[in-house]
C-alpha cells in the first residue's frame, strides 16, 4: 500500500471505518457532560475553536518517519523483525494506527503555533476535532479549549453594601431569636458574622455579575468536584455507588449538582479576580515571606520556596483574602 493512497476525509455525517476509527482516538471528552438548570444556560459561555491546518508536506513526511519507526519493531510474518518492506509493513501495523501516531505528532505543534499567532489564551487542554484526513492534501483539524471569561463587574459596590444589609439583618433575627445551640463567646460570635456575610457578598455578586463560564472549564472543574467527592467517600470508606444509592439519585442528577457547585465556585473565583484588578490588590514579597515564616518546618519552608507553582498559589490565595476584607469592609 503507498503512503500516496488517499484516505477518506473524516466528514462528521458519513467517516470510512479507518477515519472513524482514528477520530475515536484522538478526539477527547467525556461521554457524558455535566449539565445545570436551564435557567443557567445563560451562564455557560462556548468553547473557543481555531482552524489548524498541517501542510501536506509535513503530514507526509511525519508519517513516514512514524512508519520507519514502528516498522523496526513490528513482527512481519515471512520477515525478521523490523525488516519487512515498509509497504508491507505498513499493511501489518495498519492505516488507521499510523493516522494516529501521524496526528499526535504534528498536532501539538501545529496547536501552539495557530494560538499564539491568533494572540489566544487557552485555561484548558486543547480537545482536537479532525475535520479533514487526506494523505494527498493538508489536514484539516478544530483545536477547541476554553480562554479567561471577560466579567463586567458594574457598580459591584452597590451589590455588596446592599448584601452587608441583608446579612446584619439575617445576623439580628438568628440572635433575637437566640437559638440554644448559638455560641455567645466573642470569637464565635465573630466567625459566624463573618461567616453569613461572605455568604450572603458572595451570593449576591454572583447572582447580579452572572460571568459566562466556558462549557469545558466547568466539565474540567465538574471532574475535580467528583474526584474530590470520591477521595472524601474513600475515607469514609463508601464506594460513589453506594452514595447514589443511599441518596436515591441518578449518576446524571449527581453530575449535574457537581457541575452547579463546580460553575458557582468558578464564577465567584473570576468575580474576585476581576475587583482585585480593578482595585489593584498586590501582595508583596514581605507579605508573602511572613506567612511562610509561620510554618515551623523549616524543610517544608525551603520546599514551598522552591516551588514556583505553590509560591503563585500563595500569592492567589492572599490576594483573595485581601479582597475578601475589602469587600467586608465597605
Known amino acids: 500500500m503507498s503512503t500516496s493512497t488517499p484516505v477518506k ?17 484522538v478526539k ?3 461521554a457524558v457532560k455535566p449539565s445545570v438548570d436551564k435557567s443557567a444556560s445563560d451562564v455557560i459561555a462556548a468553547n473557543t475553536i481555531i482552524k ?11 508519517y513516514q518517519k512514524v512508519l520507519i519507526k514502528l516498522a523496526k519493531t513490528t513482527a512481519t510474518p515471512g520477515f525478521r523483525k523490523g525488516k519487512a ?11 488507521s494506527k499510523l493516522i494516529e501516531k501521524t496526528f499526535n505528532e504534528v498536532v501539538a505543534h501545529e496547536y501552539y503555533h495557530a494560538v499564539v499567532d491568533q494572540k489566544k489564551q487557552p485555561i484548558t487542554q486543547p480537545e482536537f476535532d479532525p475535520i479533514s484526513l487526506e494523505m494527498d492534501k493538508d489536514w484539516e483539524v478544530e483545536a477547541h479549549f476554553a480562554e479567561r ?3 463586567k463587574l458594574g457598580d459591584f459596590t452597590k451589590t455588596v453594601k446592599a448584601a452587608l444589609k441583608t446579612a446584619e439583618a439575617e445576623l439580628a433575627e438568628h440572635l433575637k431569636q437566640d437559638h440554644p445551640d448559638h455560641d455567645h463567646k466573642p470569637e464565635a460570635l465573630e466567625a459566624e458574622t463573618k461567616e453569613v456575610k461572605l ?16 462549557e469545558m472549564l ?70 508573602s515571606d511572613k506567612v511562610l ?36 469592609n465597605l
Open 149 to 151: 471569561p471577560e466579567i
Open 199 to 214: 455568604r450572603q457578598i458572595f451570593k449576591s455578586l454572583v447572582e447580579t455579575i452572572r460571568p459566562a463560564i466556558p
Open 9 to 25: 476525509t473524516p466528514k462528521k455525517t458519513a467517516a470510512t471505518k479507518t477515519l472513524a476509527e482514528t477520530n475515536s482516538k
Open 28 to 30: 477527547s471528552g467525556p
Open 218 to 287: 466547568l466539565r474540567q472543574e465538574t471532574r475535580f468536584e467528583l474526584d474530590d467527592l470520591i477521595k472524601n467517600l474513600e475515607q469514609l470508606k463508601l464506594k460513589i455507588e453506594d452514595y447514589i444509592a443511599k441518596r436515591q439519585i441518578t449518576t446524571q442528577e449527581l453530575s449535574n449538582e457537581l457541575a452547579a457547585t463546580a460553575l458557582g465556585k468558578l464564577q465567584l473565583e473570576f468575580i474576585l479576580g476581576a475587583i482585585a484588578k480593578e482595585q489593584k490588590v498586590t501582595v508583596s514579597a514581605a507579605e
Open 85 to 95: 518492506p515498509l509497504e508491507i509493513a505498513e499493511d501489518v501495523i495498519g492505516r
Open 52 to 62: 489548524i491546518v498541517i501542510a501536506k508536506d509535513v503530514v507526509k513526511s511525519t
Open 293 to 328: 515564616n509561620d510554618i515551623k518546618d523549616e524543610a517544608t519552608r525551603t520546599k514551598i520556596k522552591a516551588d514556583s507553582e505553590t509560591m503563585r498559589q500563595l500569592e492567589v490565595s492572599l490576594i483573595r483574602q485581601k479582597v475578601v476584607d475589602y469587600l467586608l
